[in-house]
């Protein structure tokens, strides 16, 4: 069966430093790939995806994710964290054609230090 | 500014009581969802439409209904509310099955 895993729960960093949230994906054939990101109180944004072509895909607000499918992962990177960064971060698999059915991990928290 | 909107914003309720929680988009996106999210098991999709017409079952189905009568509206009904409903609701919507999905802000429902 498809799933998501998002290892950490929750991450603190330091304002500055570089970040980088793990997904972990089981998908049958090439999957369709997301990182979303919600701040308190909002909806889920998204922040980059990943259909096809070059595996590092550039998003909004300096974020990157590198699809590597040796080891099934989509990995969420930021060289320099800033304070408006701490919010939760949802990795996701696309629908398997015709059941629009994405999968999400269950999220990962960052907290910001000044 | 087009995208999502969720009504109401919150809702206290009492249990047995029915309930619609409204969802309109305006992109004309042809597929809509509703998701609840509880504290440690992420989003899980509730129902969705891929065509205005037709619904389809989630994960967790189960006390819920949805219509779609048209391409913008996506109403999410609970019939006789339990506690156990108590979640934050995102409506969503996408192009395609496999396209970005938009969000709403939610509506946080606390069933009593």
């Known amino acids: 069966a498809q799933s998501v895993t998002q290892p950490d729960i929750h991450i603190t960093v330091s304002e500055g430093a570089s970040l980088e949230l793990r997904c972990n994906y089981s998908y049958g054939a090439t999957p369709y790939l997301f990182w979303y990101v919600q701040s308190p109180g909002q909806g889920l944004q998204l922040l980059l995806k990943y259909f096809s072509g070059d595996t590092l895909v550039q998003g909004i607000k300096g974020f990157e994710a590198e699809f590597k499918r040796s080891q099934s992962s989509f990995n969420l990177r930021k060289p320099s964290v800033h304070w408006s960064d701490a919010a939760e971060y949802f990795c996701a698999v696309g629908a398997t054609s015709g059941t629009y059915k994405y999968i999400f991990g269950t999220g990962t928290r960052l907290k910001v230090l000044a | 500014i087009a995208g999502i909107t969720q009504a109401p914003t919150s809702q206290i309720l009492a249990a047995g009581r029915r309930m619609t929680l409204r969802c309109t988009q305006d992109m004309r996106h042809n597929a809509m969802y509703w998701y609840r999210q509880d504290l440690g098991l992420g989003l899980r999709l509730i129902h969705y439409?891929?065509?205005?017409?037709?619904?389809g079952k989630g994960e967790v189905p189960d006390g819920y209904s949805v219509s779609r009568a048209n391409t913008d509206d996506f109403p999410l009904t609970l019939a006789s509310a339990v506690p156990s409903q108590t979640s934050v609701y995102f409506c969503?919507?996408?192009?395609?099955?496999?396209?970005?999905?938009?969000f709403g802000n939610g509506t946080r429902l606390t069933v009593t």
């Open positions: 969503a919507s996408s192009d395609t099955g496999n396209s970005p999905l938009h």
């Open positions: 439409s891929n065509t205005a017409g037709t619904t």
